[in-house]
């Protein structure tokens, strides 16, 4: 390698940093059952002529003009208060130019729904990229926006600062050795993404039930344990169990959370609100650990009992269900 042209070893180590940093980023995902089916390489915009057209069709369409040695895209003939540069005089292009280009990429595959994700730093871009959309002849109302605010780090009650300055920096992987990929994905999930969160350490260290995610895997363990004694005393759930025995205010409250799972779900999918889940799933597990504590399940007469083992195998497939959509997972043993 020390033999080749000084412009091939900066290519060589280009590539082998390239791809070191690629195969880092998908381990720490795969730590987090994240799974996507296309990885994209915005340099492909480039080579494959994306921004060029992007250039193109805004001159055809009188919406790109040069001043001052620039690019100026007219977003207020598209109703955007202000135009803005997208090639700078020196001839490198603002991020907004790629990221029209990469949003009609994804608009061209045929998608029905297009979910970007923001951080708050970005939300002034997003108008101008979605006009950029508009201006390309494509349906702009397919895109939809989250936008996560900023995270804190509290530990013993203080803020935690990082400074990769001081060294004092705190990596996805760091956090997930620390507190374990179920409580890093609940954690980030259980507040809405236009509210600032503080992850608190401390907490998500806990293994009790002021822990969210412990106190949610527990619920569904111990409903495992109970169904596990269940079958080794020979009884089943039938479909033709009698619930109608089923009038303690313990069991009709938990009756109740359970009837509102399939619609929580929906609105949390269509409003791309995944907090919904999981503060539904908290719900859940506090009205089976009442129900629970007041109300026997073996032991007691049929058909009391298998109208009792119904409700909390049902409550089980609740708890298990709405855990793998948020992507935690459901021991049955803790």
């Known amino acids: 390698v020390l033999d080749l042209p000084e412009v091939e070893r900066r290519d060589l180590c280009k590539k082998a940093g390239e791809q070191w940093c690629f195969a880092t980023i998908r381990a720490t995902l795969e730590k987090l059952t994240i799974h996507h089916d296309v990885y994209f390489n915005e340099d492909s915009l480039y080579t494959d002529g994306k921004v060029q057209q992007v250039i193109d069709t805004l001159r055809g369409n009188g919406l790109a003009y040069e001043k001052d040695g620039a690019l100026w895209f007219a977003l207020d003939q598209l109703g955007n208060p202000q135009d803005k540069v997208i090639v700078k005089s020196s001839g490198e292009p603002t991020y907004r130019l790629p990221d029209i280009a990469y949003h009609c990429d994804k608009m061209e595959r045929g998608f029905d729904v297009v979910v970007d994700i923001f951080g ?67 954690f980030f999930i259980m507040r809405a993404v236009g509210t600032h969160l503080e992850f608190d350490l401390n907490l998500a260290k806990e293994e009790g039930d002021k822990n969210p995610v412990f106190y949610l895997q527990y619920a569904h363990a111990r409903i495992a344990s109970i169904l596990r004694k269940a079958a080794e005393q020979g009884l089943q759930v039938s479909d033709a169990v009698d619930l109608s025995v089923l009038v303690h205010d313990k069991e009709i409250a938990l009756i109740d959370v359970l009837s509102r799972y399939g619609g929580t779900i929906e609105r949390a999918c269509v409003n791309l609100e995944p907090q919904a889940v999981a503060e539904y799933l908290r719900e859940v597990a506090a009205a089976y650990h009442h129900f629970y504590h007041d109300c026997r399940i073996l032991g007691t007469e049929e058909p009391l009992q298998s109208a009792r083992l119904a409700l909390a195998l049902v409550t089980q497939r609740a708890l298990r269900n709405g855990l793998q959509i948020v992507g935690v997972s459901a021991p049955d043993v803790m």
């Open 120 to 186: 708050a730093d970005h939300i002034a871009t997003i108008p101008d990229v979605v006009a950029g959309v508009r201006a390309m002849g494509l349906d702009e109302t397919k895109i939809r926006t989250v936008i996560h605010q900023m995270v804190t780090f509290i530990e013993d009650g203080e803020v935690v600062k990082f400074s990769k300055r001081s060294g004092t920096s705190f990596t996805l992987d760091d956090l997930i050795e620390e507190v374990g990929a179920d409580v890093v994905r609940f």
